[in-house]
């Protein structure tokens, strides 16, 4: 089955504790690109990348890392979570030739305290 | 100001009525148009794609397009319970970043 999987899908952590949210996708997919969607804000997008080792900063990049070393993965990661990053995670996958139609994971609800 | 802005309802009709859901946007260099579905507690899935300007049909769905008022529109026709969702619009330009609505919350009342 096609799928975009994220892990974990939910997560509690405390301000400054280093974290990992995974994405991998089945596809054979060139471009991932994360997202997070808050209240009233809708989906913003905090970095793409258009295939392996090449990524880049979407709307909201500050506070976040990437990193796309293989073709099937595209990891974020927060080095020193603030509250103000708690919100839904959204990681999503496309063929580069048709990148507008993108396949979206289930989502990582994440809580910084 | 927001390079795109929706209407965020929400948005509640009887079974069996056209749905018109909108956005608008400010950048003019935006060529793609997306709309996705979001049922409670999952991803966005893609419902219809346009490429500049027009209409695009997919059964009950209709996308429209007017580049000239910046303008984006999706209809349903004959509404069910199953369409009870939340609908983002999404657009692009040549670049590879993507610029979403904030959502329009949809409940259809059988």
């Known amino acids: 089955e096609a799928q975009v999987t994220q892990n974990p899908r939910y997560l509690i952590t405390v301000t400054g504790k280093k974290l990992t949210v995974t994405c991998s996708q089945n596809?054979?997919?060139?471009?991932m690109s994360w997202y997070r969607q808050d209240p009233g804000l809708g989906l913003r997008q905090i970095y793409y990348?258009?295939?392996?080792?090449?990524?880049d900063k979407g709307d909201v990049p500050e506070g976040y890392k990437v990193s796309r070393k293989e073709k099937r993965n595209f990891p974020l990661i927060l080095e020193s979570p603030s509250p103000n990053q708690t919100s839904l995670y959204f990681c999503?996958?496309?063929?580069?030739?048709?990148?507008?139609?993108?396949?979206f994971g289930a989502g990582t609800r994440l809580s910084v305290l | 100001q927001k390079e795109v802005e929706q209407d965020p309802g929400p948005l509640s009709v009887p079974e069996g009525a056209i749905v018109s859901l909108n956005c608008t946007y400010s950048?003019?260099?935006?060529?793609?148009f997306m709309w996705y579905r979001q049922y409670s507690r999952k991803g966005p899935e893609l419902l219809m794609y346009?490429?500049?300007?027009g209409n695009k049909e997919d059964g009950r769905f209709t996308a429209q397009v007017d580049k000239s008022s910046k303008y984006i529109s999706l209809f349903i026709r004959d509404s069910q319970p199953s369409d009870s969702a939340t609908y983002l619009c999404?657009?692009?330009?040549?670049?590879?970043?993507?610029?979403f609505g904030t959502g329009t919350s949809l409940t259809v009342i059988p």
């Open positions: 346009t490429y500049s300007s």
């Open positions: 999503a996958s496309s063929i580069g030739s048709a990148k507008n139609i993108q396949y």
């Open positions: 950048n003019s260099a935006f060529q793609y």
């Open positions: 990348s258009m295939n392996v080792e090449v990524t």
């Open positions: 999404a657009m692009s330009g040549a670049g590879n970043q993507f610029y």
């Open positions: 596809m054979n997919h060139e471009y």
